[in-house]
C-alpha cells in the first residue's frame, strides 16, 4: 500500500488505518455514493472523512499504477497546496492506495471533516436564502482569489464548496480536489470558471457585478462573457443528460 499522511496526523496514523480497515462495515455514509463513496468517521475527538474512490477502468488501472498520480493522491497534494495559498478546505489527513504490480486498486483520500452551514447549491435551489446576493459576492471574491494564486479548479460546481457563516463574514471551503491546474489565467479562463455553478441569469449577473468592481473591467463584458460560457454550458450539459435517457431507454 502506498501511503501518506500529514505532519500533523503522523502521530495518529495506526488509528487511521484501523479505522480504514472498518471503512467497509461503519462509518456515517454522506451522500448517494453513485461512483465514491464517503463516510464520516470519530478520530478521538473530532471527525475525518473518508473518500473511496471508484476502482478505475482497466486503462486507468495501469495509468494510474505507472504514468499519473491518482485521484486520491492528486486530492492530497491539492489541499496542501491550498492551505498554503490560505484557499479554505477541509484539512488533509492522508491519502493511501492499494495496487498489485499490474493494476491500480482501490484509493482513498483522508481528510478533516468540515461543518457547514449550506453549500453553493442552495444559493442556486433556493431564491430566498438568507443573505444570499452578500453570500454570492463574497464567493466571488473567494473566486478571484483562486485565479490571483494560479489556481484553476475545474470542478467549481454547486457541490463542491462548503460555506460557513463567521460573524458577518462567509468562509469557503473547496473539496472534490482532484481536478486543478496551477498557471497565470487569462481572462477567458477566469470567467469560463464560473460556467458550471448557476443556470440563473440574475445570479450570474450578480456574480459579473462583484468580479467586474474586484478587477475593474467593465460590467458588460464580464457579464456577456459569464453569461454566454454558462448558456453554452448549460445547452451541453442537458443534451449529454438527454442522451443518457435515450440509451437507458434502449
Do not use: C
Request: aromatic fraction near 14%; charge should be positive.
Amino acid at each position: 500500500m502506498k501511503k501518506a499522511f500529514s505532519e500533523k496526523y503522523k502521530p495518529k496514523e495506526k488509528e487511521v488505518l484501523n479505522i480504514l480497515n472498518s471503512f467497509e462495515n461503519n462509518g456515517e455514509s454522506v451522500g448517494k455514493g453513485d461512483r465514491n463513496v464517503i463516510k464520516i468517521f470519530p478520530l478521538g475527538e473530532q471527525e475525518i472523512n473518508i473518500k473511496s474512490f471508484k476502482i478505475p477502468n482497466l486503462i486507468n488501472k495501469v495509468v494510474y499504477n505507472f504514468f499519473r498520480k491518482s485521484k486520491a493522491e492528486r486530492s492530497f497534494l491539492n489541499a496542501s497546496y491550498l492551505l498554503s495559498n490560505n484557499i479554505g478546505t477541509p484539512y488533509p489527513v492522508a491519502f493511501m492506495e492499494e495496487s498489485n504490480p499490474l493494476f491500480f486498486g482501490k484509493s482513498y483520500y483522508i481528510s478533516e471533516h468540515q461543518d457547514a452551514d449550506l453549500t453553493y447549491r442552495e444559493l442556486v435551489e433556493n431564491a430566498n436564502y438568507p443573505d444570499r446576493e452578500n453570500i454570492l459576492r463574497q464567493f466571488t471574491a473567494f473566486t478571484h482569489k483562486l485565479h490571483e494564486n494560479r489556481i484553476l479548479f475545474k470542478d467549481h460546481s454547486p457541490g463542491n464548496t462548503l460555506i460557513k457563516k463567521e460573524e458577518n463574514e462567509y468562509k469557503f471551503y473547496l473539496v472534490d480536489l482532484n481536478r486543478m491546474d496551477f498557471k497565470d489565467l487569462s481572462f477567458h479562463e477566469r470567467i469560463k470558471n464560473f460556467s458550471r455553478l448557476s443556470p440563473h441569469k440574475e445570479m450570474v449577473a450578480t456574480m459579473s457585478d462583484e468580479y467586474a468592481k474586484i478587477t475593474g473591467q467593465p460590467y458588460d463584458k464580464v457579464f456577456g462573457l459569464m453569461w454566454g460560457l454558462t448558456e453554452k454550458f448549460q445547452m451541453k450539459f442537458h443534451r449529454k443528460r438527454e442522451l443518457k435517457k435515450k440509451l437507458k431507454l434502449k
